[in-house]
């Protein structure tokens, strides 16, 4: 279809009016690269938050097994998570444009994008119902009207004008898919980011181990008990007083569970005491 030279309204479709759309369109650009910017330095800072938690010098200090591998891997699928979140926000912040024709014979572009760009350029000037035929007209080097006549010279600048304003308008739709595949993706891949990294921590930063303190301390053995100590032990040198116990425990009530101190000829018992009173062995 071509179009029609007295269809053409040059007040309409004035210089000034398709500058304004092309400062608009380069302007949103420039918004969306900024935001992705941020996004990403966020998502980068968090990250380096968490691995300057997590200790190299721990991590070379892991023996080979288990921990040592579970660092390795939750390290690697966190960087990879970041190098597919990343190479998402590098297509906004140095986005690739692709030109109309690509668009209209959609080379190169994600599934679906070539129709939700060409349902912003609807209703396409001169009539066109798709973007393909409309570039077909645009590479025509002798454009003609409806009636066969070849454009004049205003009728070639407002096409030409025409022509400048899809393509501002294509250029903005792509941005801002581009924009919508960044945070897409950001929503997607950030828990992962997250999982894998505290992961990481986990396993590079085992818990250390602690040296308990030894409490051993002399336990007066009151008569009462005597016959108790004597049914657990048959030899009478074990049934001194006091009597020196390791404490193992000691419950909230104060009930402590404690171990004899064991001699040549008197092995260790577990027993409980209550108060210094011995009530029963375990």
């Known amino acids: 279809m071509a179009v029609e030279q007295d269809g053409l309204d040059a007040a309409h479709y004035g210089a000034a009016r398709v500058d304004e759309m092309e400062k608009r369109a380069e302007a949103t650009g420039a918004s969306l690269r900024d935001t992705a910017k941020w996004i990403v330095s966020g998502i980068a800072v968090a990250t380096a938050g968490v691995i300057a938690g997590a200790s190299l010098s721990s991590l070379g200090a892991l023996a080979p097994g288990e921990r040592l591998a579970a660092a390795i891997a939750t390290a690697v699928v966190g960087y ?84 400048r304003q899809v393509r501002a308008t294509a250029k903005a739709a792509e941005h801002e898919l581009q924009f919508r595949r960044l945070k897409h993706r950001t929503f997607i891949v950030t828990p992962f980011i997250a999982a894998a990294f505290i992961a990481y921590s986990w396993a590079a930063n085992p818990p250390k181990e602690q040296d308990v303190p030894i409490v051993e301390k002399a336990v007066s053995v009151d008569a009462a008990d005597q016959p108790l100590l004597q049914k657990i032990y048959a030899a009478p040198a074990c049934h001194t007083s006091p009597l020196h116990v390791i404490v193992l425990g000691e419950w909230p009530s104060g009930v402590q569970d404690v171990v004899t101190v064991p001699s040549a000829s008197c092995p260790p018992v577990r027993l409980r005491l209550d108060h210094g009173r011995i009530t029963g062995n375990q």
């Open 80 to 163: 990879l998570c970041l190098g597919y979140l990343f190479a998402a926000a590098l297509a906004v912040i140095v986005p690739r444009d692709h030109t109309l024709r690509e668009i209209a014979e959609n080379r190169g572009l994600p599934r679906g994008w070539k129709q939700k760009i060409e349902e912003k350029l609807l209703p396409l000037p001169g009539g066109f119902a798709t973007l393909l035929a409309f570039c077909d007209y645009a590479d025509t080097d002798n454009k003609r009207d409806g009636n066969g006549a070849p454009l004049g010279e205003a009728a070639l600048r407002i096409f030409n004008l025409l022509l």
